[in-house]
């Protein structure tokens, strides 16, 4: 499938965002959210992905990160969604609490019922919308669009009031984020 965004290679800072599908809210929940923590924290350590901002919303991710020469960016993203995709399913099967199993169940079987390449369930839209940042302004508006998010959302009064996200380390004092960032 073709698209105009696509990953060009290594030289600049992408702007990435991924989707549930059917923009589900899963990432209501701390135990989902630190999933995809986990493995962008991973992807950190083991696969060359450097981030310079995050967020995570309820129904999606912005991130603003660039890739160690020699990294593949599609591939990284893709095992980034693929292995949420496989935990974070596992654990609403597995959760007894989860209120919303069998809803949240029906939408993605129904999406991997879609399309041949899924075992059984669809977590993830299928697009990344890689923006390269290759100017300061277009890095600096994503910056700020990435982490007003919540705020615009009415979720918080400031971005660093938001967990989930680098905003913490951005707009505050001597207060850290839960990833490790690479500043530009």
């Known amino acids: 499938?073709?698209?105009?965004?696509?990953?060009?290679?290594?030289?600049?800072?992408?702007?990435?965002?991924?989707?549930?599908?059917?923009?589900?809210?899963?990432?209501?929940?701390?135990?989902?959210?630190?999933?995809l923590v986990d493995s962008f924290r991973y992807c950190q350590i083991h696969q060359g992905l450097r981030i310079h901002a995050w967020i995570i919303m309820t129904n999606h991710f912005?991130?603003?990160c660039s890739f160690k020469q020699c990294n593949s960016p599609g591939l990284i993203i893709k095992n980034i969604k693929s292995f949420t995709s496989r935990m974070i399913i596992a654990r609403i099967t597995n959760n007894p609490h989860e209120s919303r199993k069998t809803w949240l169940l029906d939408i993605f079987q129904k999406h991997g019922n879609r399309y041949k390449s899924n075992y059984k369930y669809k977590?993830?839209?299928?697009?990344?919308h890689p923006i390269i940042l290759d100017t300061p302004?277009?890095?600096?508006?994503?910056?700020?669009?990435?982490?007003?998010?919540?705020?615009?959302?009415?979720?918080?009064?400031?971005?660093?009031?938001?967990?989930?996200?680098?905003?913490?380390?951005?707009?505050?004092?001597?207060?850290?984020?839960?990833?490790?960032?690479?500043?530009?």
């Open 62 to 64: 912005h991130i603003i």
């Open 137 to 184: 302004i277009k890095l600096q508006q994503r910056m700020d669009y990435l982490h007003n998010n919540p705020v615009r959302a009415g979720f918080v009064l400031s971005p660093e009031d938001w967990a989930y996200g680098s905003g913490i380390d951005y707009y505050s004092q001597n207060r850290k984020g839960l990833l490790e960032l690479e500043y530009l």
């Open 123 to 128: 977590f993830w839209q299928r697009d990344n």
């Open 1 to 35: 499938m073709s698209t105009k965004y696509k990953f060009s290679g290594n030289d600049y800072p992408y702007f990435i965002t991924s989707t549930t599908v059917e923009w589900v809210d899963v990432f209501t929940r701390n135990l989902y959210n630190d999933i």
